[in-house]
């Protein structure tokens, strides 16, 4: 799926409905899709499950505080396509909400490495044909400048594994102080936390049943990647004024199919 004013990074395909970021981190207003709003009405429903994106108005803070998030990412994933570790920047209220569709996948949360105790030893090594979202070049050395030439270690800290139709929230220091990224595989390797040195975090929580007799009776569970789209909500805590766009692309998640 893409639609025409979609963007596409190291072959996976971006959109973000809601609005643009101006270079002062101000959000252009756009109204969101109609799925989003209307039926099934995805953001007041993420509003009552969670209070992650109420704010606290301040000088600093123009965005509603209604405890609704304002902008949409919306990437697509086919199997072997993922994205390097990175973290989603300033501008945005430290939270974020994602919705899968499609494939499992799971998602992987890396730390920075300690300038006084780099443990873990080994660092990660951005690949040079990765191009993040939030940057307008496309080397190594400049999406380090991105993490403030902060070393990142190579083996992730934890792992979350995103079903079908699952929510998953990220807060608090997860979310300021850490990075997230997807691995380049077709294949996630799901193994309790005594067996792997990366846990599974969320693996009583699957409501997949068959997960859980395949990890006790084989030792691990072997999920095929295939085409995954993720809705990612976002609140952009500066919105300018009088600003909302005309919005554009009224099909499903604004993608047509390629």
């Known amino acids: 799926m893409r ?9 996976y395909h971006a959109r973000i409905p809601g609005g643009t970021l101006t270079k002062n981190n101000i959000l252009i207003p756009e109204p969101l899709p109609a799925y ?3 039926f099934p009405n995805l953001v007041e429903r993420i509003a009552n499950t969670t209070d992650v994106f109420r704010v606290q108005s301040t000088a600093s803070t123009t965005s509603s505080s209604d405890g609704k998030p304002n902008q949409l990412l919306i990437n697509e994933y086919s199997a072997g396509q993922g994205i390097a570790p990175h973290e989603d920047g300033a501008a945005y209220h430290p939270a974020v909400a994602t919705i899968s569709l499609g494939s499992a996948q799971c998602i992987d949360i890396y730390q920075y490495l300690s300038e006084t105790d780099p443990s873990p030893p080994l660092t990660h090594t951005l690949r040079e044909d990765v191009k993040l979202p939030s ?5 190594a050395d400049d999406a380090a400048k991105q993490h403030n030439g902060k070393a990142i270690a190579a083996v992730p800290l934890a792992r979350v594994f995103l079903e079908p139709r699952s929510l998953f929230i990220m807060t608090g220091s997860l979310y300021q102080s850490h990075l997230h990224g997807i691995s380049f595989s077709d294949t996630d390797i799901l193994t309790p936390s005594f067996v792997s ?7 009583p929580l699957l409501g997949n049943p068959e997960i859980s007799r395949t990890i006790e009776k084989e030792g691990s569970y072997r999920s095929e990647r295939s085409s995954r789209v993720s809705l990612t909500f976002r609140k952009v805590e500066k919105v300018m004024k009088g600003g909302l766009g005309a919005g554009k692309g009224k099909g499903l998640f604004g ?3 390629r």
């Open 255 to 257: 993608l047509a199919k």
């Open 3 to 11: 639609s025409a004013d979609s963007q596409t990074y190291s072959g």
């Open 135 to 139: 940057s307008n070049t496309n080397t």
């Open 36 to 38: 989003c709003t209307e």
């Open 197 to 203: 040195s990366v846990p599974i975090a969320n693996l």
